[in-house]
């Protein structure tokens, strides 16, 4: 399907990414693209995210959006007027639903009352909270710019301002984490009554300053501590009512992420700006993790296209299954044959293995999902599906293959 294709999924809902890179510091395990410093160049970026959205737009045509997202970064940060401006100029360039969710992510120093009721009465209808912890010395211990009081008032702030829908994230196996102040975090965090939780285990990536430390003899909550945290907070919360719907998310009925949801049930979106990636049309691309590089190709009618790829069927097979199994929905033999056209067979086969171990289930309604359990060993596991849907995909290929170069003499 191209941009101005209306035939199959007719005018099919896309979701829509705005990314803001600028950050008042920078947190040391995070290797998102965003910078510290750079405020200088706000201006410009406002000017190239609103050039770029415009020419999107003429380029894709008539397209639907029921979710839109602004990440980062810190957007909050960016100023509620920049973002006042950029979401009049998506609702004026794309057909964005009455209904649509759309999402600011903010950190609790830069979340006061006078911006948030700016930004709810502009539209945004759903508030992502960096809460990440109660503890001042597991904020500082990772460079955090708030303080857990700025995350009570910012919350209250949120919800004076008219937002019904609040998220909060945080991460557990912070340095000096115990399972104490783990537990005291996530009863922190349902005193406030969210509608949406993120939990995440806290991920040591490569060329950020944590991995620097680590390196030089830091140490942090091991993986067995992160599994009992992980597996006491999916039983606490949902004694709480927060239902799990992905390994690390959890929300109240009806209150799921949406726009997550589009990356995790493979649907179609657009992303604008550095370091962005879109999967639209069939084709994957993303854009270059370069300010100054992104706001001059926009300007100047450049390229700044870091990648792009058009995903063939059986590649988006194994996206099914490396996304889906995320999710508690998980994945269903039909929807995958019908879909991808492979046998899931030789899949099923092993996903009676891992429910032996504990690691899977099938529901009432005939879906394969992890267990939590499963979800802590996802990787393992998904990448064993993987391997053996790659091997029934060259198997299948085998007798096709015979039948169109064998010499008929040989056969």
Not at 315 to 343: K, Q
């Amino acid at each position: 399907m191209g941009f101005g294709s209306k035939n199959k999924r007719e005018r099919e809902k896309v979701g829509l990414y705005l990314h803001i890179p600028f950050c008042r510091s920078k947190c040391d395990y995070c290797d998102f693209y965003s910078l510290s410093g750079r405020e200088s160049r706000m201006d410009e970026y406002q000017k190239a995210l609103l050039t770029h959205l415009k020419e999107t737009a003429q380029t894709a045509g008539e397209v639907a959006a029921d979710t839109v997202y602004f990440g980062g970064g810190t957007p909050s940060y960016y100023g509620a007027k920049r973002l006042k401006a950029l979401l009049g100029e998506v609702k004026k360039r794309f057909s964005v639903e009455k209904t649509a969710e759309i999402t600011v992510e903010a950190n609790p120093d830069s979340a006061d009352f006078r911006s948030l009721r700016t930004l709810r009465k502009a539209g945004f209808n759903r508030l992502s909270l960096g809460m990440q912890s109660a503890s001042l010395e597991e904020l500082a211990a990772v460079h955090r710019p708030h303080t857990p009081e700025q995350t009570v008032q910012a919350v209250r702030d949120a919800r004076k301002a008219g937002f019904d829908n609040v998220s909060l994230d945080l991460i557990y196996g912070l340095p000096g984490q115990t399972e104490e102040s783990w537990r005291a975090t996530v009863e922190a965090a349902l005193a406030l009554e969210p509608e949406h939780l993120s939990c995440y285990g806290l991920k040591v990536e490569e060329g950020t300053p944590l991995a620097a430390r680590v390196e030089a003899g830091e140490r942090l909550p091991d993986d067995d501590v992160q599994a009992e945290l992980y597996l006491w907070t999916v039983d606490r919360l949902a004694r709480a009512g927060y239902g799990q719907y992905e390994i690390s998310n959890f929300a109240r009925p009806g209150f799921q992420s949406r726009h997550n949801l589009r990356y995790w049930l493979t649907r179609p979106y657009l992303g604008f700006g550095p370091g962005a990636h879109s999967d639209f049309g069939g084709r994957r691309y993303s854009f270059v993790r370069d300010l100054d590089a992104y706001i001059q190709g926009v300007r100047s009618g450049g390229n700044i296209i870091d990648s792009s790829d058009l995903i063939p069927q059986r590649e988006r097979g194994g996206e099914y299954l490396m996304l889906r199994l995320r999710t508690a929905e998980g994945i269903e033999e039909w929807e995958y044959r019908g879909t991808y056209f492979m046998d899931f067979a030789p899949l099923e086969a092993r996903l009676r293995e891992f429910a032996a171990q504990g690691w899977a289930e099938r529901t009432s309604e005939g879906r394969w999902r992890l267990t939590p359990r499963g979800f802590l060993v996802s990787n393992q596991l998904i990448g064993d599906l993987l391997e053996r849907q790659e091997q029934a995909s060259f198997q299948d290929l085998l007798p096709r293959a015979r039948e169109r170069y064998v010499p008929k003499q040989e056969k």
